[in-house]
């Protein structure tokens, strides 16, 4: 049972079903003795990811992250002490792509975890030339990087918010999903996991709703019949690592997260555990990009079963092609910070069919 701002946070009473955190043995086999990287260490998902990869004994763990705030204090939780100076501590931007090649380069990764994006639904949208600079080019990035080090795995954290997708959020991740699939190659496995809303990540619906009944002001809602899918932070990562398992030629891959759960029940369910009384709600309306409820996979797209009960694949559509010339349009306008364009550009991106070559370029605009 997890307390926070004087609440209770209790996984498996918010969610409703019994939260998965359990490895097999071919995840342990993956980690055991590999030296592991990890983007976007102290986020909430990647620092969860931090911990768990620790626990399965690999020989190195290496943290980086554009905070160093955040790295110190997943840091300081697993190791006890402050020692920013480790090795293992790596302060660097995504974005810069010339320094993570050769970071990458140095520190010889055999399992990358690629956790670092932006993911706030509502200011991307104002904002869409920050979600194409780190959500696709840091990606572009990390996997040009992982393809130059001679890494065996790269697993890219997507969302559900890429099947279908109505926001930027979506469409960056989307693309991006793209980009891992093409960087597989003989040496390289790469895979993409999808999954919906974490509970009680930093910035989370659940952290806002806890400050808001801190402080006794009125629970916003978008929506009265809003409903998403909902996961444990460990529950999330657990899953990651497993479908990390399965990486080979650039498969996404779905986390099954039960059914999905309509904002106002949680709202009713995180009262009702904490023995509040019912607070006000305010209907605040939908904003622009944001689904009334959510989907895993999108109309063209299928499930298969995998080993895993809790994993679904989704088969890579060769057929479909993202343009070299596209990229380099996306990335230029993105640069510039033509917001608008970057808007229209990325929605073309994120749509249009992708080749399947795995030797693509990166325009000279961003070297």
């Not at 990811?49 to 905070?67: C, F, G, K, T, W």
């Given at each position: 049972?997890?307390?926070?701002?004087?609440?209770?946070?209790?996984?498996?009473a918010l969610l409703g079903r019994e939260p998965?955190?359990?490895?097999?043995?071919?995840?342990?086999?993956?980690?055991?003795?590999?030296?592991?990287?990890?983007?976007?260490?102290?986020?909430?998902?990647?620092?969860?990811?931090?911990?768990?990869?620790?626990?399965?004994?690999?020989?190195?763990?290496?943290?980086?992250?554009?905070?160093?705030?955040?790295?110190?204090?997943?840091?300081?939780?697993?190791?006890?002490?402050?020692?920013?100076?480790?090795?293992?501590?790596?302060?660097?931007?995504?974005?810069?792509?010339?320094?993570?090649?050769?970071?990458?380069?140095?520190?010889?990764?055999?399992?990358?975890?690629?956790?670092?994006?932006?993911?706030?639904?509502?200011?991307?949208?104002?904002?869409p030339s920050e979600a194409v600079r780190t959500?696709?080019?840091?990606?572009?990035?990390?996997?040009?990087?992982?393809?130059?080090?001679?890494?065996?795995?790269?697993?890219?954290?997507?969302?559900?918010?890429?099947?279908?997708?109505?926001?930027?959020?979506?469409?960056?991740?989307?693309?991006?999903?793209?980009?891992?699939?093409?960087?597989?190659?003989?040496?390289?496995?790469?895979?993409?996991?999808?999954?919906?809303?974490?509970?009680?990540?930093?910035?989370?619906?659940?952290?806002?709703l806890a400050h808001q009944l801190q402080h006794?002001?009125?629970?916003?809602?978008?929506?009265?019949?809003?409903?998403?899918?909902?996961?444990?932070?460990?529950?999330?990562?657990?899953?990651?690592?497993?479908?990390?398992?399965?990486?080979?030629?650039?498969?996404?891959?779905?986390?099954?997260?039960?059914?999905?759960?309509?904002?106002?029940?949680?709202?009713?369910?995180?009262?009702?555990?904490?023995?509040?009384?019912?607070?006000?709600?305010?209907?605040?309306?939908?904003?622009?990009?944001?689904?009334?409820?959510?989907?895993?996979?999108?109309?063209?797209?299928?499930?298969?079963?995998?080993?895993?009960?809790?994993?679904?694949?989704?088969?890579?559509?060769?057929?479909?092609?993202?343009?070299?010339?596209?990229?380099?349009?996306?990335?230029?306008?993105?640069?510039?910070?033509?917001?608008?364009?970057?808007?229209?550009?990325?929605?073309?991106?994120?749509?249009?069919?992708?080749?399947?070559?795995?030797?693509?370029?990166?325009?000279?605009?961003?070297?």
């Amino acid at each position: 049972m997890l307390r926070e701002h004087g609440f209770i946070f209790e996984d498996s009473a918010l969610l409703g079903r019994e939260p998965v955190t359990a490895y097999g043995d071919a995840a342990r086999n993956m980690v055991f003795g590999k030296r592991v990287l990890v983007t976007g260490a102290g986020g909430s998902i990647g620092s969860e990811l931090v911990r768990q990869l620790h626990a399965l004994s690999p020989e190195m763990i290496y943290l980086l992250d554009h905070d160093e705030s955040s790295m110190h204090a997943v840091q300081l939780e697993l190791y006890g002490d402050g020692q920013m100076a480790h090795e293992r501590t790596i302060l660097a931007d995504i974005r810069d792509r010339d320094r993570l090649v050769r970071l990458f380069d140095e520190t010889r990764p055999d399992l990358i975890f690629h956790a670092a994006a932006h993911k706030h639904l509502s200011i991307l949208e104002r904002y869409p030339s920050e979600a194409v600079r780190t959500n696709i080019l840091g990606t572009d990035n990390v996997v040009r990087a992982a393809r130059n080090c001679g890494a065996e795995r790269l697993t890219f954290v997507s969302t559900d918010k890429a099947a279908n997708p109505t926001s930027v959020l979506g469409a960056s991740k989307r693309v991006g999903e793209v980009l891992t699939h093409r960087g597989a190659n003989r040496s390289l496995r790469t895979a993409s996991v999808r999954f919906g809303n974490v509970l009680g990540s930093r910035g989370s619906f659940l952290h806002t709703l806890a400050h808001q009944l801190q402080h006794n002001l009125p629970v916003t809602i978008t929506h009265p019949d809003a409903s998403r899918y909902f996961m444990s932070i460990p529950e999330a990562a657990a899953l990651v690592i497993e479908a990390s398992v399965s990486a080979h030629r650039g498969e996404t891959y779905v986390l099954d997260m039960g059914e999905p759960v309509k904002v106002m029940e949680l709202v009713e369910r995180f009262v009702a555990i904490n023995h509040l009384a019912s607070p006000e709600i305010l209907i605040t309306g939908m904003s622009v990009g944001e689904k009334l409820s959510e989907s895993l996979i999108d109309e063209r797209e299928v499930c298969l079963n995998t080993k895993h009960p809790r994993i679904w694949q989704v088969p890579s559509t060769e057929s479909r092609q993202l343009t070299l010339n596209r990229l380099d349009d996306l990335y230029r306008l993105a640069i510039i910070g033509h917001e608008d364009d970057v808007r229209s550009e990325l929605w073309h991106a994120a749509e249009v069919p992708f080749s399947s070559d795995l030797d693509f370029r990166i325009a000279a605009l961003v070297r």
